[in-house]
């Protein structure tokens, strides 16, 4: 099972970014996933979710409707697209896939002003 991520970057306040997870071994639909971040000196925290098929999708609570996490079966990958990014936003991103669980390498979103 791999979890690859890609689309980490630079961001300003305000602007817009879009991760993604490309899944291979493990059928994103079919399990729940997710994207947690950690930033410097802070806790790694849970970003969104999708449950075990696609019934339900939860984020944190600093998300506010910013984050939107999806899946797209034809290439079976996830997304978090991000909008109306803040100061606190920057971190490293992982894509989380469960059961069992497996990790993705992680996109770093670095702010620059």
């Known amino acids: 099972v791999q979890l690859v991520e890609s689309g980490g970057g630079l961001v300003q306040a305000g602007g817009s970014l879009r991760l993604s997870c490309a899944a291979s071994?493990?059928?994103?639909?079919?399990?729940?996933v997710a994207w947690y971040r950690r930033a410097p000196g802070k806790q790694r925290e849970l970003v969104a979710i999708?449950?075990?098929?696609?019934?339900?999708?939860n984020y944190g609570d600093f998300v506010k409707d910013r984050f939107t996490i999806a899946i797209d079966d034809t290439n079976n990958t996830m997304y978090l697209q991000m909008t109306n990014l803040k100061a606190e936003d920057p971190a490293v991103y992982y894509c989380?896939?469960?059961?069992?669980?497996?990790w993705g390498q992680g996109a770093q979103v670095t702010e620059y002003s």
């Open positions: 071994g493990i059928t994103c639909s079919d399990a729940a």
């Open positions: 999708i449950s075990i098929g696609i019934i339900s999708t």
């Open positions: 989380y896939a469960y059961p069992p669980v497996y």
